[in-house]
T-cell receptor
Framework: AQSVSQHNHHVILSEAASLELGCNYS??????LFWYVQYPGQHLQLLLK??????LVKGIKGFEAEFIKSKFSFNLRKPSVQWSDTAEYFC????????????FGKGTTLSVSS | DGGITQSPKYLFRKEGQNVTLSCEQN?????MYWYRQDPGQGLRLIYY???????QKGDIAEGYSVSREKKESFPLTVTSAQKNPTAFYLC????????????FGPGTRLTVT
């Protein structure tokens, strides 16, 4: 069965540190890729997405992610985190077949200290 | 404002009782989804519906049932057959069955004792 792996369960950083959250998926075909974020007490919201084209995608709040097809990866990055980035981050994959739902990773909790 | 509404935010039930969670959207989306979120488990798909009067089981459908009689509504019933019903339940929608992102509601936290 297809799966999504997020390697870090909990990441703790100081403000201004750089962030990289890993995401790998197991599916050999074409995929759509997403990063969602869940701030404390808020809705799950989309950070960025990749459907096709430039493998480096930019999202909201200074986040970016790079799709590396050969590594089945879609890592999330931010050069300098802020306290307000404290949240849970989910990587999700959608198989490129019409009608299929998202497959989510287990999430990474990011704690940023000021 | 367009969006997804889930009510109530917190729900408490006794073991052995069925309970129905509400999900309404005014985004005119065709597809709707139910996920369950448990700590350290991520989101797991319970059921999804791509059009009215049609729905498919997700990865963890046992003990749950749904209906899709109207485009804007996709209620989820947690039955007494669900062994571990206490969880955070999220409803989502997307434009259609094609290649679009999903939009999420605020969730309902169900506690069964």
């Amino acid at each position: 069965a297809q799966s999504v792996s997020q390697h870090n369960h909990h990441v703790i950083l100081s403000e201004a540190a750089s962030l990289e959250l890993g995401c790998n998926y197991s599916y050999g075909g074409t995929v759509n890729l997403f990063w969602y974020v869940q701030y404390p007490g808020q809705h799950l919201q989309l950070l960025l997405k990749y459907f096709s084209g430039d493998p480096l995608v930019k999202g909201i709040k200074g986040f970016e992610a790079e799709f590396i097809k050969s590594k089945f990866s879609f890592n999330l990055r931010k050069p300098s985190v802020q306290w307000s980035d404290t949240a849970e981050y989910f990587c999700a994959v959608r198989l490129n077949q019409a009608g299929t739902a998202l497959i989510f990773g287990k999430g990474t909790t990011l704690s940023v200290s000021s | 404002d367009g969006g997804i509404t889930q009510s109530p935010k917190y729900l408490f039930r006794k073991e052995g009782q069925n309970v129905t969670l509400s999900c309404e959207q005014n985004l005119n989306h065709d597809a709707m989804y139910w996920y369950r979120q448990d700590p350290g488990q991520g989101l797991r798909l319970i059921y999804y519906s791509q059009i009215v009067n049609d729905f498919q089981k997700g990865d963890i459908a046992e003990g749950y049932s749904v209906s899709r009689e109207k485009k804007e509504s996709f209620p989820l019933t947690v039955t007494s057959a669900q062994k571990n019903p206490t969880a955070f339940y999220l409803c989502a929608s997307s434009i259609d069955r094609g290649y679009h992102e999903q939009y999420f509601g605020p969730g309902t936290r169900l506690t069964v004792t």
